[in-house]
């Protein structure tokens, strides 16, 4: 027979993989429902989000999708309790021509409009969205100093943007329509992004996975976030915990 001390070890045992599998449980919920963490590997949303940051993107602004759950299962079709996104919000979405990548850019352009770009700015169904220097970026990994410029929709979001080259092939564009059921994406780093300009054209509705909402940790010198040890000297302090 088993003695107590077997008996007690045992149960510690157990409750103690309960707790993990709980927490397990727990955590695919919030990941599939509620909150889901990235992180941004590229510079074309520079000067909002730079390389290193990790932010927290909520999966229920515009509903779910598909693409909300893990693996993007193909169980069913559109967004169920889907609401809609505004001009200005940065969001994560599915690259259309490839749907395990993930990529993260500010809607411009909704349904039925027309976008151009002329002379780097944004026009809207022939009205051009507001745009005015103020400040500059220092880009980290080139010492480059740029003019930042904020552009404010006409729903009031207003966002900084930078433009590296001006007047280069990025900043005047054909007319763009926007199909019904798609959106049109822009980087805040205009000359530097692959966006609904280029080769990630129109994004289906589907393919939205959630709004970028708050950065939780922000590492400079390409740290990792399991590099604890050298988050003292690489953590960007005064980035964490805003809001996008």
């Given at each position: 027979?088993?003695?107590?001390?077997?008996?007690k070890?045992d149960?510690?045992v157990?409750?103690?993989v309960?707790?993990v599998?709980?927490?397990l449980?727990?955590?695919?919920?919030?990941?599939?429902?509620?909150?889901?963490?990235?992180?941004?590997?590229?510079?074309?949303?520079?000067?909002?989000?730079?390389v290193?940051?990790y932010?927290?993107v909520?999966?229920?602004?515009?509903?779910?999708?598909?693409?909300?759950?893990?693996?993007?299962?193909?169980?069913f079709?559109?967004?169920?309790?889907?609401?809609?996104p505004?001009?200005?919000?940065?969001v994560v979405?599915?690259?259309p021509?490839?749907t395990?990548k993930?990529?993260?850019?500010?809607i411009?352009?909704l349904?039925g409009?027309?976008?151009?770009l002329?002379?780097?700015?944004v026009?809207?169904n022939?009205?051009p969205?507001?745009r005015?220097q103020q400040?500059?970026?220092?880009d980290?990994?080139t010492?480059?100093?740029v003019p930042?410029?904020?552009?404010?929709?006409?729903?009031g979001?207003s966002?900084?943007t930078?433009?590296?080259q001006?007047?280069n092939?990025?900043?005047?564009?054909?007319v763009?329509?926007v199909?019904?059921?798609?959106y049109?994406?822009?980087?805040?780093n205009?000359?530097?992004?692959?966006?609904?300009r280029?080769?990630?054209?129109?994004v289906p509705?589907d393919?939205?996975?959630g709004?970028?909402?708050?950065?939780?940790l922000?590492?400079r010198?390409g740290?990792?976030?399991?590099?604890?040890?050298?988050w003292?000297?690489?953590?960007r302090w005064?980035r964490?915990?805003?809001g996008?």
């Amino acid at each position: 027979m088993a003695s107590k001390t077997e008996d007690k070890q045992d149960s510690v045992v157990w409750e103690t993989v309960s707790v993990v599998l709980q927490a397990l449980i727990l955590a695919l919920i919030l990941r599939t429902f509620l909150f889901q963490p990235f992180n941004i590997p590229s510079g074309s949303m520079k000067p909002t989000l730079l390389v290193g940051d990790y932010i927290f993107v909520s999966k229920w602004s515009y509903g779910y999708s598909r693409h909300s759950l893990p693996f993007s299962p193909d169980i069913f079709r559109g967004r169920i309790w889907g609401s809609d996104p505004e001009r200005g919000d940065v969001v994560v979405f599915k690259y259309p021509d490839d749907t395990s990548k993930d990529y993260i850019k500010r809607i411009i352009g909704l349904p039925g409009d027309k976008v151009q770009l002329q002379n780097s700015v944004v026009m809207i169904n022939g009205q051009p969205v507001e745009r005015v220097q103020q400040g500059e970026f220092t880009d980290e990994s080139t010492g480059v100093t740029v003019p930042i410029f904020v552009e404010t929709q006409a729903n009031g979001n207003s966002y900084q943007t930078i433009d590296i080259q001006p007047n280069n092939y990025a900043d005047d564009t054909p007319v763009f329509e926007v199909p019904e059921g798609h959106y049109f994406f822009l980087g805040d780093n205009r000359d530097n992004s692959a966006d609904s300009r280029f080769d990630v054209g129109m994004v289906p509705a589907d393919n939205l996975v959630g709004k970028a909402q708050i950065m939780f940790l922000s590492l400079r010198d390409g740290s990792s976030a399991w590099q604890i040890w050298k988050w003292p000297t690489s953590m960007r302090w005064d980035r964490l915990f805003t809001g996008l």
